[in-house]
Antibody
Framework: QVQLLQSGAEVEKPGASVKVSCKAS????????MHWIRQAPGHGLEWMGW????????NLAQGFQGRVTMTRDTATSTVYMELKRLTSDDSAVYFC??????WGQGTLLSVSS | AGLTQPPSVSQGLKETATLTCAGD????????AAWLQQFPGHPPKLLSY???SRPSGISERFSASRSGSTASLTITGLQPEDEADYYC???????????FGGGTRLTVL
């Protein structure tokens, strides 16, 4: 079954970091970039960047450069997104996506003191 | 900048709704647009891609088109289950980023 399975909900304090995982299955993991998109409560979709699974190279949206790290583990077909220096504005659902056609179920991040 | 969608559209049961998405030469006009449907608490679902193509399993009631830098999604024979948020998206070559519209909340009256 073609799917992206993300890690569970996280609760973090301001200033902390969080690392979300996304495990791909059912397709050639190496053949598709993986994107991360987030959605704040009641808001639209915001693209964060992509990772090339072959090279590990990344392309991050301007607003996330310096605060987001994307990595991958080709042995397990898993990508990771680490977000540092969290603030309450980072409270959102985080999605991984293989382009428009395949999305993870989302990971809820709550940032609160 | 992202893509521009009206925040809300309302239409009657069994009627036709047309959702619009305004972009520019860097995204919709030259890269094409996709449409996504999202229900609360769920990830987006692809309805159309490359302006007009429909993935397998998507109802023929959903059809997409593009004219210049504006993409449109037409939903015919509206049903209560069509009430959802609809997003357009496109790759933006100027920003080197995947951009989204702000979303349109469709209400079926």
């Amino acid at each position: 079954q073609v799917q992206l399975l993300q890690s569970g909900a996280e609760v973090e304090k301001p200033g902390a970091s969080v690392k979300v995982s996304c495990k791909a299955s059912g397709y050639n993991f190496m053949a598709h970039y993986m994107h991360w998109i987030r959605q704040a409560p009641g808001h639209g979709l915001e693209w964060m960047g992509w990772i090339n699974p072959i090279t590990g190279g990344t392309n991050l949206a301007q607003g996330f450069q310096g605060r987001v790290t994307m990595t991958r583990d080709t042995a397990t077909s898993t990508v990771y997104m680490e977000l540092k220096r969290l603030t309450s504005d980072d409270s959102a659902v985080y999605f991984c996506a293989r382009g428009e056609d395949l999305w993870g179920q989302g990971t809820l991040l709550s940032v609160s003191s | 900048a992202g893509l521009t969608q009206p925040p809300s559209v309302s239409q009657g049961l069994k009627e036709t709704a047309t959702l619009t998405c305004a972009g520019d030469i860097n995204n919709v006009a030259n890269q094409g647009a996709a449409w996504l449907q999202q229900f609360p608490g769920h990830p987006p679902k692809l309805l159309s891609y490359r302006n007009t193509s429909r993935p397998s399993g998507i109802s023929e009631r959903f059809s997409a088109s593009r004219s210049g830098s504006t993409a449109s999604l037409t939903i015919t024979g509206l049903q209560p289950e069509d009430e959802a948020d609809y997003y357009c998206s496109a790759w933006d070559t100027g920003l080197n980023a995947w951009v989204f519209g702000g979303g349109t909340r469709l209400t079926v009256l």
